[in-house]
């Protein structure tokens, strides 16, 4: 149980295009949905909290026009990364959780912008 | 505010041999802890989390942790290495409560290399 699927898996793109990232829930419904960046090497950066039916809450220094986040449904939220450019390539991962429950992560998705 | 330091940002050990990774923790209420897994170019799977139950805490694939609050530690320990457990490990705080419910704050990860 506690499946979560994030589509794509990878997406290479021209600079200035936009990115649209999935994540789903499959097998439970998550009030919470977070989002992490990782750059090579190094750890999750969090960089916002979406509730299901609310704005998101983005961490410090992460621009919300830039990074624009939806959570419509209790089983899907997507990141839009708006007018890529090569400095926004990295590994981006979503979770999602459910009242009380641990986090449970997707596969992530290797973004590269060319 | 909550942080997370993993000594060592790598390990390397036999087939067979004891695995330790060593976590240290800072938080201003009492903490969650999680230990997840990473492989290479996939998400975080969870091992085990501490919610302040039982201190030693048994995850899966043979993994087991021991909460300390004397020294703000929670070690992650497996008795005999397999290859398979070869990958990048984090460690985790969260705290429950306030802004900050749920969030998790990640350590700086530790890779593991299991040598034949």
């Known amino acids: 149980g506690a499946v979560v699927s994030q589509h794509p898996s990878w997406v290479i793109c021209k600079s200035g295009t936009s990115v649209k990232i999935e994540c789903r829930s499959l097998?439970?419904?998550?009030?919470?949905m977070f989002w992490y960046r990782q750059f090579p090497k190094q750890s999750l950066m969090l960089m916002a909290t979406?509730?299901?039916?609310?704005?998101?809450?983005?961490e410090q220094g992460v621009e919300k026009d830039k990074f624009l986040i939806n959570h419509a449904s209790l089983t899907l939220s997507t990141l839009t990364v708006t007018s890529a450019h090569p400095e926004d390539s990295s590994f981006y991962i979503c979770?999602?959780?459910?009242?009380?429950?641990?986090?449970?992560f997707g596969d992530g998705t290797r973004l590269s912008i060319l | 505010a909550q942080s997370v330091t993993q000594l060592g940002s790598h390990v390397s050990v036999s087939e067979g041999a004891l695995v330790l990774l060593r976590c240290n923790y800072s938080?201003?209420?009492?903490?969650?802890l999680f230990w997840y897994v990473q492989y290479p170019n996939q998400g975080l799977q969870l091992l085990l989390k501490?919610?302040?139950?039982?201190?030693l805490v048994k995850g899966i694939n043979g993994f087991e942790a021991e909460f300390k609050k004397s020294e703000t530690s929670f070690h992650l320990t497996k008795p005999s290495a397999h290859m398979s457990d070869a990958a990048e490990y984090f460690c985790?705080?969260?705290?429950?409560?306030?802004?900050?419910?749920?969030?998790?704050?990640f350590g700086q990860g530790t890779i593991l290399t299991v040598h034949p």
């Open positions: 979770s999602a959780k459910s009242g009380d429950q641990p986090q449970h």
């Open positions: 097998d439970f419904q998550a009030t919470t």
């Open positions: 979406s509730n299901e039916g609310s704005k998101a809450t983005y």
């Open positions: 938080s201003s209420v009492p903490p969650y």
């Open positions: 501490y919610t302040s139950a039982a201190t």
């Open positions: 985790a705080v969260s705290e429950y409560g306030g802004t900050s419910y749920g969030k998790l704050t």
